[in-house]
């Protein structure tokens, strides 16, 4: 069996939340599909270990916000690496109640849908939740993050009027110093691209790792600049 071949399947980027009665979650998930029209309904794919699995067996509704390709790693980085036990993590997001009474996430949504639970199947790690679609709305025409997008193009220059585009260039001094090499996050993955630096913390591109202040944390997991290796 090639793996390989999974990661020609394309996705989404979503923010599923769900819970009742003060009790709510958020977290990313790619893994979402329409499952019929007539019902609509959706079907979406999550790790039973997480605290929204949790709340969509609690409350048996869910909602789902499409993701912008707008959407900053740190905005990402807060629902997809932090555990909702420990945080709220919507306290400081743009979110509205609809329907279901479960809060919609509307900071970089384009679209949204909330469900009502009537079936599910366990899969072992995960549990498919597919739910009866009870309302749906569209916010933006902005283009919607592809999984594949979130892997490759996340990055970017910082524009001409942006705090940190005089750092470039002491980022063209010090790649002449020493060849800029990759750091990856211990925690979660996530690869520091000198080239791209890190442009929504502040880091523009051309920066070499070691030459990032630190106070910058892993846009991602919010892990410090310790918890990083060279990339092997
Ligand atoms: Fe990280």
């Known amino acids: 069996m090639n793996k390989a071949a999974f990661y020609k399947i394309t996705y989404g980027i979503y923010v599923v939340t ?9 977290q990313i998930a790619n893994t979402m599909f329409q499952v019929t029209s007539a019902p609509a309904t959706v079907a979406i794919s999550i790790n039973k270990e997480n605290y929204t699995h949790e709340l969509i067996k609690l409350s048996n509704k869910f ?14 980085g807060t629902f997809g690496f932090k555990c909702g036990r420990n945080i709220d993590k919507l306290k400081n997001v743009k979110i509205k109640i609809g329907a279901t009474k479960v809060p919609i996430v509307l900071d970089y949504a384009i679209a949204y849908l909330e469900a009502e639970l009537i079936s599910e199947l366990d899969c072992g790690t995960h549990t498919i939740f597919v739910g009866r679609i009870v309302d749906a709305d569209v916010l933006s025409q902005e283009e919607p993050m592809t999984y594949a997008y979130y892997h490759k193009v996340k990055g970017g220059k910082a524009p001409k009027n942006a705090p940190t585009y005089m750092k470039e260039e002491l980022a063209a001094k010090s790649e002449q110093a020493a060849p800029a090499a990759p750091y990856v996050c211990s925690v979660c993955g996530y690869v520091y691209d000198p080239a791209k630096g890190d442009p929504d913390g502040g880091i523009a591109p051309g920066i070499r790792f070691e030459d990032i202040p630190d106070s910058w944390v892993c846009p991602v997991c919010g892990a410090d600049k310790s918890k990083f290796e060279k990339e092997q």
């Open 18 to 26: 769900a819970g009742q009665n003060g009790k709510f979650n958020g």
């Open 63 to 76: 909602a789902v916000s499409f993701l912008a390709e707008a959407a900053p790693m740190t905005f990402i």
